[in-house]
């Protein structure tokens, strides 16, 4: 059974940094593509990025396109979001996610099915 657990979240003033971790359980996460994606209040599920299985391409919004960072780490089984320069815009619920089809948009929420519980990120001076 695949479960995947997000950690990291919390307050983060407008300019800092926050680091976001996606830890799996019943699968390698080495072996998919695993994306992160945010749901502000009142709006729809949103892509901010993903790294792909095997040779880890990276893709990002372009909304945070030099300032996250999406990271896999193997040996831990996780994959990370960097998220520096933070902004208002930025705030919501995190979750991850993976699939074991094949991806045709890594930033499209309905490829994926399964899905961690998500971790909130609050934006605020």
């Known amino acids: 059974q695949v479960q995947l657990v997000e950690s990291g979240g919390g307050l983060v003033q407008p300019g800092g940094s926050l680091r976001l971790s996606c830890a799996a359980s019943g699968v390698s996460l080495s072996t998919l593509t695993v994306g992160w994606f945010r749901q502000a209040p009142g709006k729809e599920r949103v892509g901010v990025s993903s790294i792909s299985s095997y040779d880890g391409i990276q893709t990002y919004a372009d909304s945070v396109k030099g300032r996250f960072t999406i990271s896999r780490d193997n040996g831990r089984n996780i994959v990370s979001l960097q998220m520096d320069s933070v902004t208002p815009v930025d705030a919501g619920i995190y979750s991850c996610?993976?699939?074991?089809?094949?991806?045709?948009?890594?930033?499209?929420?309905?490829?994926?099915?399964?899905w961690g519980q998500g971790t909130q990120v609050a934006v605020s001076s």
């Open positions: 996610a993976t699939t074991f089809w094949q991806i045709m948009e890594p930033l499209n929420p309905g490829e994926y099915d399964h």
